[in-house]
């Protein structure tokens, strides 16, 4: 079987960026070894009860002026990235809680529940619960 393991997003700061993904998002720190050249291997995954079997985040500090300039807009200001839920309200009120910004109200749309947020570097999410 295929699947992709790992998508890269780039960062300012390691510990900056684990502690907003595993306490404003919940998701859980998988790896965090550091490397010869001083940077560090740091991977999240979104959840915490899967381990290894879904698609996981390598956090990468931006390591020149050009990964730099794309922190924050990996995407050209799309929505990127997309994380189911099974419990909208559940993970919206949590995430509002611990300070996520969203850029809208949640929409019912005919494919499910969801809410377009920003990571703490601008990148755009949707927090989606599918239809069914």
Known sequence: MR???L???????YDEAIRFYTEALGFRL???EARPNGSR???????PESAGAGTALLLARAGNEAQS???GDQTGGRVGFFLHTDDFARDHAR???AGVTFLEEPRYEPYGTVAVFQDLYGNRWDLLQPAG
């Not at 998508?7 to 700061?13: K, N, R, Y």
């Not at 291997?41 to 959840?47: G, M, N």
């Open 95 to 97: 995430m509002s809680a």
């Open 30 to 32: 998988a790896e965090d």
């Open 7 to 13: 998508v890269t997003l780039v960062v300012d700061d």
């Open 69 to 71: 300039g794309r922190v």
């Open 3 to 5: 699947r992709i393991a």
């Open 41 to 47: 291997w740091v991977v999240v995954e979104a959840d």
